[in-house]
């Protein structure tokens, strides 16, 4: 099932939600975790599938949002991602090709700013939305 979808400028499209499955127009069926990238004649960008690894962690992908530098956002029902449990708590960071920012975290402790094992975002994520350098994510 598709929950969300983002055109991208150079009109490239990015469908998240919960599938293991594309199959492309020539029949070709693709293994993929609940994102893809499609190119604008239709075929899968299989090198943004690689970059991807494995994917999210039991959970599905339900918000897509892209900012002015190309960096893609995810939110959804995720625990993490490649196979890692808490380093994507409902929410990661891709660059433009689909590598995974492991940089980005959205489980930080407010008071000492270490990144930690068990916070973060523990529901559901629906939206993003970006202003300037700033993110919002709601629920």
């Known amino acids: 099932t598709v929950r969300t979808a ?5 009109g490239q499209v990015i469908y998240g939600g919960t599938f293991s499955s ?3 127009a020539a029949g070709v069926t693709h293994s993929v975790k609940n994102l893809i990238r499609l190119n604008a004649d239709g075929t899968v960008d299989t090198t943004f599938s690689t970059n991807l690894g494995s994917g999210p962690v039991s959970g599905s992908v339900e918000a897509i949002e892209i900012d002015s ?3 893609i956002y995810v939110g959804g029902t995720f625990t993490g991602w490649n196979g890692v449990a808490n380093n994507a708590r409902s929410l990661a960071k891709f660059s433009s090709t689909g590598v995974f920012d492991t940089n980005f975290s959205n489980n930080l402790d407010v008071t000492s700013g270490v990144k930690a094992t068990t916070s ?3 529901g559901r994520i629906s939206t993003i ?3 300037g350098t700033e993110l919002y994510v709601g629920g």
Not at 6 to 10: G, R, S
């Open 6 to 10: 983002k055109v991208q400028a150079n």
């Open 22 to 24: 594309y199959t492309d």
């Open 69 to 71: 530098l190309g960096n």
């Open 120 to 122: 973060g975002f523990s």
């Open 129 to 131: 939305a970006i202003s």
